[in-house]
């Protein structure tokens, strides 16, 4: 009997989505500007990142 194993790398780019979205929402509802709402969506792409890279890789399930 063999052990089906998943491949959860396919949904990797949820995480960097959801940190540009909500980095982009969170700095346009405290700012108002555009251009703070794009350097929200870099910080949040980055927090994204990290927390992929950080927190989810190194999990056991």
């Given at each position: 009997?063999?052990?089906?194993?998943?491949?959860?790398?396919?949904?990797?780019?949820?995480?960097?989505?959801?940190?540009?979205?909500?980095?982009?929402?969170?700095?346009?509802?405290?700012?108002g500007?555009?251009?703070?709402?794009?350097?929200?969506?870099?910080?949040?792409?980055?927090?994204?990142?990290?927390?992929?890279?950080?927190?989810?890789?190194?999990?056991?399930?």
């Amino acid at each position: 009997m063999m052990i089906k194993q998943e491949d959860n790398s396919k949904y990797d780019w949820a995480y960097y989505v959801l940190g540009l979205v909500f980095g982009i929402l969170t700095a346009a509802i405290i700012s108002g500007s555009f251009l703070w709402s794009v350097l929200g969506g870099i910080i949040g792409f980055i927090f994204g990142a990290v927390f992929l890279n950080g927190i989810v890789k190194g999990r056991e399930y």
